[in-house]
């Protein structure tokens, strides 16, 4: 049990590294990245070490400064056609951001949760925090709740008795009062959350026709939600010319 503890913390003190590069993007010391990450000097040393011995990163002995090698790059070169099929998708959200300049995301299914793989932030300075890899329960969240939308009733409802097995009571949900919003979504085309998973944010989503890869996806706007009521028509309107521009058959 003692190396498994040890292995599990030495593989996300590699991942927790890597993020830290991605979010400064500029060359890191053994100080910073040990202050950043409260890991103790030794050790973070050690792991450094490790990853430059491995090709993941570079160092730089007259600076005395990390940087990852192209090797990471190269490694994540196949994940726009692995996640999102081609690059339409990845097109359509450039367009649907640079129209709105508002948190422009791709979300899809994880298991019993909906996930964030793909977003692109609002320069405006009212915003909220969403990052690729966040999760959200996909029976309460505006970007779950359109993922079952895809899904058949019977799909739905087997969903549902394994997240009411395993989520907390407040997050229980019964299957007509969920079906009654997932015929919604149907009906209207998109879903426009609000106050659900962070009071005062809302998100307009809307599931995205399969491509020839199958994976759902799902298209989402987010915002404040005074916000995005004020700009409903303009977001909605905007979704849709993306969508038929850039995912027609």
Known sequence: ????????????RIFEVLEYFEDVQRPISLK?????????????????KSMVALGYLFYDSYNRTYMPTMRIAQMGGWLNSGLFGDSAILSLVDFVHQELDELVNISTQ??????????????????????????????????????????????????????????????HMGLDELMKIINGIRRDGYMFSKHIIVEEAGVIAMLLPKRDFGRPLVLGVGGP???????????LACMREGIARFLRD
Do not use: W
């Open 32 to 48: 910073e990245i040990s202050t950043k990450c409260d890991y103790p000097t030794s050790s973070a040393a050690a792991l450094l």
């Open 110 to 171: 994880s298991d019993l949760h909906a996930q964030y793989i793909h977003c692109l932030q609002t320069r405006k300075r009212l915003r909220f925090e969403v990052k690729p890899g966040d999760v959200r329960p996909l029976a309460i969240s505006g970007v779950g709740r359109t993922l079952l939308s895809g899904h058949t009733d019977v799909e739905i409802a087997r969903l549902l008795r394994r997240i009411n097995a395993v989520c907390p009571p407040e997050e």
């Open 1 to 12: 049990m003692a190396n498994t503890d040890s292995s599990i913390k030495t593989a996300r």
């Open 225 to 235: 939600v005074s916000r995005l009521e004020e700009r409903q028509d303009q977001i």
